[in-house]
């Protein structure tokens, strides 16, 4: 059992979600990955955030039909704030995984804020990680190491095409009244045009 954790504020889940997530099933071994919707993340609190039914909703419809993609409501289901330390030793604790078996994903802007998480060096001690390079976000390896000791030895790279897509610029997009038709799956794209969401 090797259990990917994608975590994320996922307002919306886009592309660059689905791609991580299915170039580390497939190129890690995965037996499986959760997709872990934010309830408060730490560091977004300042920004206002679409309800949690709703990133959820739009999470369920881009996963649905997938059988080795599920979601998580872990850090919907309890009080904030919540540190992915947390996140992992709850989730392992629920799955009986071990350390190796835990394989938090992420992408390359996440894994050059690292540093400033809560807990870093234990985070990797805890689980592996698993990153997919981001445009324009070059993680220096060395620098990182030299606050996180070990970095280099708990983590794998995701090797996937390079997808501009972000969660903000889609929200962007919508409010200008553009087009996010592929940036998206396609029931996403429904969904916050039924529910109209991102619009002001
Ligand atoms: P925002 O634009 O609002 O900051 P986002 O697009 O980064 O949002 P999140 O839900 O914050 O989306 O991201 C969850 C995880 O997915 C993070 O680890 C982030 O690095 C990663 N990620 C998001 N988009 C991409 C992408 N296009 N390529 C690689 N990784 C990505």
Sequence with gaps: ??????????DPIHLGHLLMAETALDGLGLSQVLF?????PPHKQDLAKTPAR?????????I???LCFAMSRVDLER?????????????????????????LIVGGDSLVDLPTWYHASELVTLCRLAVAHRPEYRPDLAELEAVIPGLRTRLDWV???????SASDIRARV??????RY????????YIEQNQLYRS
Excluded: N
């Design 159 to 165: 090797e996937m095409p390079l997808i501009g897509v």
């Design 79 to 103: 009080p904030g704030p919540h540190y992915t330390t947390d996140t992992v030793r709850l989730i392992r604790q629920q799955y009986e995984l071990s350390a190796e078996e835990c394989i």
């Design 64 to 66: 649905a039909g997938h």
């Design 183 to 190: 940036q998206v799956a396609e029931p996403v794209r429904e």
């Design 54 to 62: 709703h990133r959820v909703a739009m999470v369920e419809r881009a």
């Design 1 to 10: 059992m090797k259990l990917g954790l994608l975590g994320g504020t996922f």
């Design 175 to 180: 409010r200008a009244g553009r087009s996010i």
């Design 36 to 40: 872990v919707p934010a309830g408060a």
